[in-house]
């Protein structure tokens, strides 16, 4: 067995609740620690002093917290210490009943889990601060669209309902509010733009994730995100099943036997951005507006047909990463 301890931390705003795991040990030793740099360099003195054991035969999980995880993951990176970041709702619902719940708890939980799973688990690497930069950039972009959704709509609906004149200064006032979050989002689309621009690992898949058409900078920059810039998952199925647009079936017996369907446990964000691409695509790419309306004409309904075009994205998508070469519409060569 490459390590000797197992660590199990569960991450908060402030704290970081540390228990520790090894083979024949069932009393887990706990202790917390300040989520920041000092605090992470006395986590590591603390394990030395009680285990003996060295840094490159730790092994540390935690769940992925967001930007509460990323002191730490920095941390762990640097010293070249081996991590993984793990879905919350994944370790939820993989160690069973569990009657409690407090921060120590937690950590013993992952620590165990660490122990039981770490032969399967895939080391996390530290996507780098461009990828968290950028993550940031479009979360940005996403909380300034919602506020201008907010605007656009709350007047529209106070006019339809109530005189005109009484909501001139609440229309006005908005709309000028919409025009200014919109001069934003640009200025916010403009830095993706950039921050992407000066990294030519970024640069490069971005520009071939958009030769596929349905696929634009908003689209493209998650996917960089996701998949940390196509380096965390490599394969276009396992990003379908990711976002929720994979399919699969039911079978038990000869009692259970459903036919395929999309899983409600997928990046939902993703998925919604992919519906809308695969709209834009059966309007101006040939090969797949054919697709479209030859499945129609058979009778499939148009989500279930919608559903395919997101797999057929995604599947030129990763194509073209994996080929590097942009996407070419071979239709265009047929009808000449």
Not at 39 to 55: A, H
């Amino acid at each position: 067995m490459k390590y000797k301890l197992f660590i199990g931390i569960d991450i908060s705003k402030k704290t970081i609740d540390v228990s520790l795991k090894s083979k024949g040990v069932k009393e887990l030793l706990h202790n917390q620690f300040k989520n920041n740099k000092k605090g992470f360099v006395s986590m590591i003195k603390w394990i030395k002093s009680i285990t003996n054991v060295q840094e490159n035969e730790m092994f540390f999980c935690m769940e992925h917290t967001g930007i509460y995880a990323l002191n730490i993951s920095c941390f762990l990176s640097e010293r070249n210490i081996d991590y993984r970041l793990e879905n919350p709702y994944h370790l939820k619902h993989s160690m069973g009943i569990q009657r409690g719940k407090n921060d120590k708890a937690d950590s013993k939980m992952i620590a165990r889990y660490a122990y039981m799973h770490h032969e399967e688990l895939e080391l996390t690497k530290f996507s780098g601060t461009e990828i968290i930069n950028l993550q940031n950039l479009l979360a940005h972009r996403d909380r300034l669209i919602k506020t201008k959704i907010l605007y656009k709509v709350a007047p529209k609906e106070l006019t339809e309902f109530s005189d005109k004149k009484h909501n001139t200064c609440i229309t006005d006032s908005s709309c000028d509010i919409v025009q200014v979050i919109s001069e934003k989002i640009k200025l916010v689309e403009q830095e993706i733009k950039n921050l992407i621009s000066n990294n030519e690992g970024l640069k490069k898949n971005f520009e071939l994730a958009c030769s596929v058409k349905g696929i634009g900078l908003v689209i493209a920059a998650y996917m960089l995100v996701y998949t940390q810039n196509f380096t965390s998952i490599t394969k276009g199925r396992c990003f379908a099943s990711y976002s929720g647009v994979a399919p699969f079936g039911e079978s038990s017996g000869t009692s259970i036997n459903k036919s395929p369907h999309v899983s409600h446990l997928a990046n939902k964000k993703m998925k919604s951005l992919l519906n809308n691409g695969a709209w834009v695509a059966v309007k101006y790419d040939k090969e797949l507006k054919t697709y479209y309306n030859r499945k129609i004409k058979e009778g499939k309904h148009e989500l279930v047909v919608i559903n395919a075009v997101r797999n057929k994205l995604i599947s030129r998508v990763f194509a073209t990463v994996k080929r590097g070469t942009p996407y070419v519409e071979l239709l265009q060569y047929y009808n000449n």
